[in-house]
């Protein structure tokens, strides 16, 4: 199947492996989806992130981790509709969780993105 959000798409895959009580969840490769992966993995969502490759094609493989589940994502930008953010309009997500955005110095979390006093295309908040 081939998604006109990849993002969107590999995000609803972890949710719905969360859920399902899966170990992992394998997502096809980009550069984007890779980054997004790695903050995931800082920010205790995922245990651990691997990169694949089955014939010519590469895959992101995500552990999932049992004890901070994935209970809700919200997609904010969309290749329809983009989104962008600045510096002062970054607010904290609910019940602790993260919003990630797009910068020109890269994929980051909104408070390093605050930090940084920079915003940015906001993809999408996860808790």
Known sequence: MVSADPIACMLNQLKTGTMAGKNLV???HSKVKFQIAKILEREGYLKS??????KTK????????????ISGIKKISHPGKRV??????IRPVKSGGVAVISTSQGIMTGSEAKRANMGGEFLF???
């Open 26 to 28: 394998s997502a096809p």
């Open 49 to 54: 992130i691997n990169l694949k490759t089955k």
């Open 58 to 69: 590469k895959f992101i493989d995500c552990e999932l981790k049992g004890e901070k589940k």
């Open 84 to 89: 962008y953010i600045k510096q002062g309009m």
């Open 125 to 127: 908040e996860i808790w």
